[in-house]
């Protein structure tokens, strides 16, 4: 992975002016895989960027269903693999069907995807105790 950037952020509204930065960077074709603990933001940043992108229906962490769909300038993709517990779970998710040159995929808990994608974003998210973040968008390509 090469680090394309780092931002830090002091409150919400610095997130939700990041996330307008991101909607510029991403396109359809890109996955992006969001790290960082429970509570650093992951949902939260999918939200404002799928807003930025008139996303009209409510974007949700898709813990439980493992995967949402949504429409807005572009066709997005939500997945969320903190529950798959093997390689065969992911397998059986399909996720080779959802990752396309027409949608923008967000991927939340990818460690168990990360090895089979040839290209990808990451965004970590890391939270400090007084609420402040900082997010390392990085960048793996084809080697």
């Known amino acids: 992975m090469k680090t394309i950037d780092t931002y830090k952020t002091e409150n919400a509204d610095q997130a ?8 510029e ?3 359809p074709g ?4 969001l790290q960082g603990d429970l ?3 992951k949902t939260f940043m999918v939200q404002q960027i799928c807003r930025h992108w008139q996303v009209a229906e409510a974007v949700t962490s898709p813990t439980f269903t ?5 429409q807005g300038r ?5 997945m969320d693999l903190y529950r798959l ?3 065969a779970e ?4 399909g996720w080779e069907e959802f990752i396309n040159e027409q949608t923008v995929a967000f991927i939340e808990w990818p460690e168990r995807l990360m090895p089979w994608l040839a290209t990808c974003y990451l965004l970590h998210i890391e939270r400090h105790n007084n609420g402040n973040r900082v997010y390392t968008l990085s960048r793996k390509e084809p080697s």
């Not at 493992?66 to 949504?70: A, D, K, N, S």
């Open 16 to 23: 939700v002016e990041l996330a307008a930065v991101l909607a």
């Open 25 to 27: 960077r991403f396109k």
């Open 30 to 33: 890109d996955v992006i895989l």
């Open 39 to 41: 509570g650093s933001g």
């Open 66 to 70: 493992l995967i949402q769909h949504y």
């Open 74 to 78: 572009y066709p997005v993709i939500h």
């Open 85 to 87: 517990e093997s390689d």
């Open 90 to 93: 992911l397998d059986e998710l």
